[in-house]
């Protein structure tokens, strides 16, 4: 697989549930970074964990980061129909310099039926 | 809140011909970033600039592409001959002091479409 890659493809849960989304990688990273995307719209940054970070909340979510097994996990908790939308982790590499590209995965499309 | 804006949101053109994707970063941020994202694949990289040079391109960012910041806000992408292959969403991005080691904000997005 390739760097940044997130299972599954594809979710559907009903309102109130958990989802859960994980993410695989395989180099070494600076962090870690999760986006959502509404349809055809712009990313929104949605959470940074550092490698050093193990877990981070914000609101409803929760990331995991485990960097032995190279992989996170985003969890939303007690979901709603707006939560819809697809979700993207993305890596920023360890790098000398200051600016750093991302590596994006093909996302996760999650579906919040009411 | 701040946030990184984009002009225009859809761009049609003829293939062969020059366009210019515009961008306004937030204005203290020091890092600004060209991202596209072809219809159902992965948002890709394409250049980052810093300290008014560009820092990493990707092998997607060849001669066709170059990247200017004009004046104190501005941010731009011109391809120069378009190319049907280039239809895509691109995406501006910003980011303070840390690079990508801080939170990046993104563009809503210019849809290009060359025909």
């Known amino acids: 697989s390739q760097q940044g890659e997130e299972d599954p493809q594809a979710l559907s849960i009903q309102e109130g549930e958990n989802a859960t989304m994980n993410c695989s990688y395989k180099?070494?990273?600076?962090?870690l970074q999760w986006y959502r995307q509404n349809s055809g719209r712009g990313l929104v940054h949605l959470i940074l964990?550092?490698?050093?970070?193990r877990e981070k909340h914000s609101g409803r979510l929760r990331v995991t980061l485990d960097t032995s097994k190279k992989s996170s996990s985003l969890l939303i908790t007690a979901s709603r129909a707006a939560d819809t939308a697809s979700y993207f982790c993305?890596?920023?590499?360890?790098?000398?310099?200051?600016?750093?590209?991302?590596?994006f995965g093909s996302g996760t499309q999650l579906t919040v039926l009411p | 809140e701040p946030e990184v804006t984009q002009t225009p949101s859809h761009q049609v053109t003829q293939m062969g011909q020059e366009v210019i994707l515009r961008c306004v970063p937030i204005?203290?941020?020091?890092?600004f970033y060209w991202y596209r994202q072809i219809l159902g694949q992965k948002v890709e990289f394409l250049v980052s600039?810093?300290?008014?040079?560009?820092?990493?391109k990707s092998e997607i960012f060849d001669d066709q592409f170059s990247v200017e910041r004009p004046d104190g806000s501005n941010f731009t992408l011109k391809i120069r001959s378009t190319k049907l292959e280039d239809s895509a969403m691109y995406f501006c991005?910003?980011?303070?002091?840390?690079?990508?080691?801080?939170?990046?904000?993104f563009g809503q997005g210019t849809r290009l479409t060359v025909v």
């Open positions: 991005a910003s980011s303070g002091a840390g690079g990508f080691g801080t939170e990046a904000f």
């Open positions: 180099t070494s990273i600076n962090n």
């Open positions: 964990i550092r490698s050093n970070e």
């Open positions: 993305a890596t920023a590499p360890i790098s000398s310099g200051s600016a750093r590209q991302l590596t």
């Open positions: 204005s203290n941020h020091l890092y």
């Open positions: 600039f810093y300290n008014n040079e560009i820092s990493e």
